[in-house]
């Protein structure tokens, strides 16, 4: 069976095709750039829930999922799918944990520099948002406030992302990785700097999974 892959280390969050939807520009200021640095200097937790598409490259099917997202700055996030199978992203401030339940198998990773231009670690990261990101154009489309991002590392296997805010609140978040693959999330039910129980962001693999530790663990 084709499973959705896991936004986690390369995703989390690539521009929306084209064809995916109309592209309507509407006058007014462009202010994405000062909702984001704003989300990140003044966003502790926060909880909402998702839904992404996934459009493959070479394919004209989308992979749609559905769930909740949690966060907690700096370096902290969960992203917990429901539907159409359970999966699981954690990340708890030193190690990223991708749990698939349906293949009991888990993968991890520390959470270095590596990771530190993703778009996993934009929301969640504690550094300047230009030591990582390139900031791009920025205008108001579709009733969303949208900034462009790209990352500074040459190794960064994603293209591009951009941000939208919907009345100073995040809303969306769209990528296109390496591979040409597009994923637009969208999030919805938002709780800004909610309390947040600690084990959330804490994952201890169920007994019997396949631990896979990726390389630099």
Known sequence: MHRAPFLGISLVVAWLAQGLAPVVADDGPA????QLRA??????????RFSQVLLEADSARAQVSEGSFYLHRPQRFR???????????????EHLWLYDPDLEQVTVRRLDDGLSSTPA??????????????????????????????????????????VGFEAGRLASMELMDALGQTTVIRFSDVKLNPPLDAALFSFSPPDGVDVIRDEGF
């Not at 202010?31 to 000062?34: F, K």
């Not at 550094?127 to 390139?134: I, K, M, T």
């Open 39 to 48: 989300f990140l200097a003044e966003t502790v937790t926060f909880q909402a």
């Open 79 to 93: 992203w917990d799918y429901m539907t159409p199978a359970p999966q699981l992203v954690v990340a708890d401030g």
């Open 31 to 34: 202010v994405a750039p000062e």
């Open 121 to 162: 670690m934009l929301l969640s990261g504690d550094g300047a948002l230009e030591d990582s990101f390139r900031l791009g154009a920025a205008y108001r489309e579709d009733g969303l406030d949208w900034v462009e991002l790209a990352p500074l590392s040459e190794a960064a296997d994603f293209a591009a992302v951009r």
